[in-house]
């Protein structure tokens, strides 16, 4: 029998009830993919409010199934399946934004400004005591490393906010910190050209390694802890073994500064960002620039990989982040939010939520499930030059 309906307000004559269920099944294909997005993207909701959908397939598919009596319940049916997405979806990111406001990490910051800020549920904890801008900071448990233009290096409880260790011996600014993964030493970076490693569980004298021929940007240390990599202003990368206690490689391939480098987790590979703009992904093993990556339209400030190393981000003075597949080098994200360049990143560990600072004096949230900002805090008064999440 054929229907005369009005079919998500278009008015639909000599309609079989046939072709009007195969047009419904076809729109639940549709929200059916959708669903399974937000599930991929969204493993903490709970989908109840979309378990109906699968109700019309089962009730058409039974036999019990009675046809509408009615042209309006045949109207009104058709309308409560094929219009309900939007509603869904709303009610959806309702929840999204419940628990993400809900989600309130720890977050440690170093500013121009001078001084460390650990925030928690929003507030924060001025921490004092270097004497100049703090321009990096590497937390691991209870302990917060930082660096300064004051030349030094501070050792601090994060609980209590003293610094019972102060390190001193580079001669210009100290512009990076990393602490190892065991938390028995730390590895820092300095405008005289030189990298010094610090014992946490002694009173040695560090090691100097000297290789550079200008400013030592950035330091990262492997997950082995066997081996450093430090990206420099003399646009090259040089690899140490902290074995050996020498250097292991030299990496050419950028055309202007260092500015950041990180470690892949397996440490198999490591990712440079530059003030050419680019961001070059290196084989550790064979010292092989196996990627270009292209896109930002500034000096790339920051660089982090994922714990899964299967992406990584980048920040850029363009004032954006950007999102990398390693595996094919397609940008997959681009997160637009601040008003000044992104000068720090940091994952969290289950590489969901990041962190980052910037020239703008902001420190921002985001959930990289959506692609959103979801905090924002403030209280520095000038660049936030690094941050990272207490895990």
Do not use: C
Not at 83 to 103: A, C, E, G, M, R
Not at 166 to 195: C, E, M, P, Y
């Amino acid at each position: 029998m054929p229907y005369h309906v009005v079919f998500q307000g278009h008015s639909i004559t000599q309609v079989s009830l046939d072709q009007v269920l195969a047009q419904i099944s076809e729109k639940k294909a549709e929200i059916n993919q959708l669903r399974d997005s937000i599930v991929a993207q969204l493993d903490r909701i709970t989908l109840h409010q979309l378990s109906k959908l699968t109700d019309l397939e089962n009730k058409v598919n039974s036999p019990h199934y009675k046809k509408p009596a009615t042209i309006d319940q045949l109207t009104q049916e058709i309308n409560y399946w094929i219009n309900p997405p939007k509603q869904y979806i709303d009610q959806l990111y309702s929840v999204v934004k419940q628990l993400n406001t809900s989600f309130q990490p720890q977050v440690v910051s170093g500013s121009h400004d001078g001084t460390i800020r650990v925030w928690r549920d929003g507030q924060a904890k001025v921490l004092e005591g270097h004497t100049g801008g703090v321009y990096s900071v590497s937390t691991k448990k209870d302990l917060v490393v930082s660096s300064s233009l004051d030349k030094t290096v501070r050792v601090w409880n994060l609980s209590s906010g003293e610094y019972p260790r102060v390190f001193q011996g580079h001669t210009s600014t100290v512009w990076s910190v990393a602490i190892s993964s065991n938390g028995r030493f730390v590895v820092s970076g300095s405008g005289d050209k030189t990298l010094r490693v610090w014992s946490l569980t002694s009173k040695k004298k560090p090691v100097v390694l000297s290789g550079h021929s200008s400013t030592v940007r950035s330091v990262a240390i492997s997950n082995s802890n066997e081996f450093a990599v430090s990206g420099s202003y003399d646009n090259t990368i040089i690899v140490w073994s902290l074995v050996s206690v020498q250097k292991t490689l030299t990496l050419k391939g950028h055309s202007d500064k260092v500015e950041s480098v990180a470690i892949s987790n397996n440490d198999q590979f490591l990712v440079s960002g530059s003030w050419d703009k680019t961001i070059r992904v290196w084989s550790i093993a064979s010292g092989e620039q196996t990627k270009v990556l292209e896109g930002h339209s500034d000096y790339v400030w920051a660089v982090v990989i994922s714990n899964n190393d299967q992406f990584l981000v980048s920040g850029s003075w363009d004032k954006t982040i950007r999102v990398w597949n390693i595996a094919s080098g397609e940008q997959t994200k681009v997160l637009e939010g601040h008003v000044g360049g992104v000068l720090s990143l940091n994952l969290s560990e289950d590489d969901k939520y990041l962190v980052s600072g910037g020239g703008d004096n902001s420190i921002r949230l985001w959930d990289l499930r959506v692609g959103e900002q979801i905090h924002l805090l403030e209280g520095h008064t000038d660049n936030v030059w690094s941050v990272k999440l207490v895990q």
